[in-house]
């Protein structure tokens, strides 16, 4: 006879009724209704409208900004594994100690 197994976080009684209706009702009330775009672009629109809105007009530093030119990602590291992808350098320093991320892209 095998007894409940503690190496996962499982309940075994499953998801509470209460909890299921909550996260519908917050994914539901969000107007999430499919997974979001893979390419981000209406957040990447969304993301120089905001910037235009702080700026109060187009940076002059960056007169030519569009939606093609922002990068949207996962979190930092998945943006840091990006950038090293795309831009392939042959040599890298890392200080150290540093974050893990930094040695690992």
């Known amino acids: 006879m095998t007894g409940p197994d503690f190496s996962v976080s499982l309940n075994p009684a499953g998801i509470p009724e209460t909890v299921r ?3 519908s009702e917050a994914v539901n009330g969000a107007g999430v209704s499919a997974y979001p775009e893979y390419e981000n672009r209406a957040l990447r629109r969304d993301m120089l409208d905001f910037l235009t809105y702080i700026e109060g007009r187009r940076s002059d530093r960056c007169p030519d900004l569009t939606p093609d030119n922002i990068l949207a990602g ?3 590291s998945e943006l840091l594994m990006t950038a ?3 831009t392939a350098p042959r040599k890298a320093v890392v200080p ?3 974050f ?3 040695e690992r892209a």
Do not use: L, T
């Open 21 to 23: 209706a909550s996260v």
């Open 96 to 98: 150290v100690p540093s």
């Open 100 to 102: 893990y991320g930094y």
């Open 74 to 76: 996962n979190g930092a």
């Open 84 to 86: 090293v992808m795309v």
